[in-house]
């Protein structure tokens, strides 16, 4: 069983839709994240919660707002998107501090 | 503040060759963790490995190899023989004690037949 899985893996949307990216994570780790990465850019963090509480919010813009109900489940939800916000949104976990396991990705399209 | 650089954003092999990915860091912590971790085509990252601030002894892994050395802030990664199934965007992450993992560019590896 895959320890880091993602839904949906693919999703394309209108920049007036409501979405949520899932996450979760089967592994007893205390931190998720979630993490953006578009074409040729370093990986960007996004949001980290670390025992179910938000502790690092990257200036992320508030279209993209994170819900983390218990130490397994991860939510990122989208509205009112922009093109430029396509791009693989990738959900870890981890103990905190210590290596992060990576779920597949959403890859996200904004027309 | 901490900081990684990969300064080969891409390298292109043909199978059977060796190479080498690059990976400096910056801290001012005495106690950091490394990683380096591989995103195939598919997209999900994988773990590869990880080094503490403490351990400067080299590893293996089959054909990788890891090299820390603190003397130059390096910790790179060596793929012997590579194969056409090792082409991926390889990353370096550094993590310091209660501080999240920041991670390079990466390194983007094709491996040809």
Redesign the interface.
């Given at each position: 069983e895959t320890g880091v899985t993602q839904t949906p893996r693919h999703l394309v949307m209108g920049m007036t839709n409501k979405k949520s990216l899932k996450c979760e994570q089967h592994l007893g780790h205390n931190a998720m994240?979630w993490y953006k990465q578009s074409a040729k850019k370093?990986?960007e963090?996004m949001f980290?919660y670390s025992l179910e509480e938000r502790v690092?919010n990257n200036s992320v813009p508030s279209r993209f707002s994170p819900e983390c109900p218990n130490s397994s489940h991860l939510f990122l939800h989208l509205h009112t998107l922009q093109p430029e916000d396509s791009a693989?949104y990738?959900c870890?976990s981890s103990h905190?501090?210590?290596?992060?396991?990576?779920?597949?990705?959403t890859?996200l399209t904004v027309l | 503040a901490q900081k990684v650089t990969q300064a080969q954003t891409e390298i292109s092999v043909v199978e059977k060759e060796d190479v080498t990915l690059d990976c400096v860091y910056e801290t001012r912590d005495t106690t950091y963790y490394l990683f380096w971790y591989k995103q195939p085509p598919s997209g999900e990252l994988v773990f590869l490995i990880r080094r503490n601030s403490f351990d400067e002894q080299n590893e293996i892994s089959g054909r990788y190899s890891w090299n820390f050395q603190k003397s130059t802030s390096s910790f790179n990664f060596t793929i012997t023989a590579s194969q056409v199934v090792d082409s991926a965007v390889y990353f370096c992450a550094l993590s310091e004690l209660n501080n999240d993992m920041r991670f390079g560019a990466g390194t983007r590896l094709t491996v040809k037949p």
């Amino acid at each position: 069983e895959t320890g880091v899985t993602q839904t949906p893996r693919h999703l394309v949307m209108g920049m007036t839709n409501k979405k949520s990216l899932k996450c979760e994570q089967h592994l007893g780790h205390n931190a998720m994240y979630w993490y953006k990465q578009s074409a040729k850019k370093p990986l960007e963090l996004m949001f980290v919660y670390s025992l179910e509480e938000r502790v690092e919010n990257n200036s992320v813009p508030s279209r993209f707002s994170p819900e983390c109900p218990n130490s397994s489940h991860l939510f990122l939800h989208l509205h009112t998107l922009q093109p430029e916000d396509s791009a693989l949104y990738l959900c870890a976990s981890s103990h905190q501090g210590y290596e992060q396991f990576f779920g597949p990705g959403t890859r996200l399209t904004v027309l | 503040a901490q900081k990684v650089t990969q300064a080969q954003t891409e390298i292109s092999v043909v199978e059977k060759e060796d190479v080498t990915l690059d990976c400096v860091y910056e801290t001012r912590d005495t106690t950091y963790y490394l990683f380096w971790y591989k995103q195939p085509p598919s997209g999900e990252l994988v773990f590869l490995i990880r080094r503490n601030s403490f351990d400067e002894q080299n590893e293996i892994s089959g054909r990788y190899s890891w090299n820390f050395q603190k003397s130059t802030s390096s910790f790179n990664f060596t793929i012997t023989a590579s194969q056409v199934v090792d082409s991926a965007v390889y990353f370096c992450a550094l993590s310091e004690l209660n501080n999240d993992m920041r991670f390079g560019a990466g390194t983007r590896l094709t491996v040809k037949p």
